[in-house]
């Protein structure tokens, strides 16, 4: 059987790609192949940065809704903690995440996209939440992502209608960062990747973890660990050396 996920490395930058056409919808098989990259992806230190894409067509348009149709209670209790185990896994890489969004990311599709730290959509993307009209709720971490992004009242709004949102809208509220033609999707973020990959590994991996745990004196605290223990690594000699002597703008890291 052919892979669901695939996945290529170069430069330190990984492509994951959904590979279930046409909607490349999460089944029980594509959850299995998610989380198995996720955890390679996290013990891998030559990845320095992660790009999710669905391909030129698809992003994820959510669940496969004959297998959710078909289970109960219990089943879909140990399906839905799996899939949202899974989806946080990508959150919580310590690199950081591009989800690159052409076509539909609906459901459970957008709920991966909100995993990502930055988001880049083509102008033919349609995203959306529209579990509600299936007389059900996100359960991969939808309803608590999306708040981080556009606040309850617009998360509620956006949640209890199940309304669909083209590109250039999501962006004006704040749910994908970039809108570029069709095309240029995919090679975008490899472009913010490669930036991304060349930068200081430690610093950025510090950074993330910063940004996803800010708020209140524990963010305080952990801001001052974490920019402490920075100062032990060689990248920050390189930075602060070449600073000294060319200026900003001029350290290569490794």
Request: glycine letters at 12%; proline letters at 5%.
């Amino acid at each position: 059987m052919n892979s669901r996920v695939v996945v290529q490395v170069d430069r330190g930058v990984a492509t994951v790609r959904l590979d279930w056409p046409p909607l490349n919808a999460f089944d029980s098989t594509m959850r299995k192949e998610l989380a198995a990259v996720a955890f390679s992806l996290g013990d891998d230190e030559s990845v320095r940065v992660v790009v999710l894409w669905g391909g030129p067509s698809c992003f994820a348009a959510g669940a496969d809704i004959n297998q959710l149709l078909s289970m109960g209670f219990e089943k879909i209790v140990h399906w839905n903690r799996a899939m949202q185990q899974t989806f946080t896994r990508f959150a919580e890489l310590p690199v950081p995440v591009i989800a690159a969004i052409n076509g539909f990311a609906l459901g459970g599709g957008l709920e991966l996209a909100l995993c990502a730290d930055y988001r880049i959509a083509g102008q033919g993307a349609v995203i959306g939440q529209p579990e509600v009209l299936l007389g059900i709720m996100p359960g991969s971490g939808g309803t608590q992502r999306l708040v981080s992004l556009v606040g309850p009242s617009r998360a509620k709004e956006l949640l209890m209608t199940g309304r669909r949102l083209l590109a250039e809208d999501a962006l004006a509220l704040g749910l994908v960062d970039e809108v570029v033609p069709d095309q240029s999707v995919h090679e975008r973020a490899l472009q913010y990747a490669r930036q991304l990959a060349t930068g200081p590994r430690f610093a950025i991996s510090a950074i993330k973890e910063a940004v996803d745990h800010a708020g209140g004196p524990a963010g305080l605290a952990l801001e001052r660990a974490l920019i402490a223990g920075l100062f032990s690594t060689e990248d920050c000699g390189r930075g602060m050396r070449s600073f000294l002597e060319h200026g900003p703008g001029h350290a290569q890291f490794g």
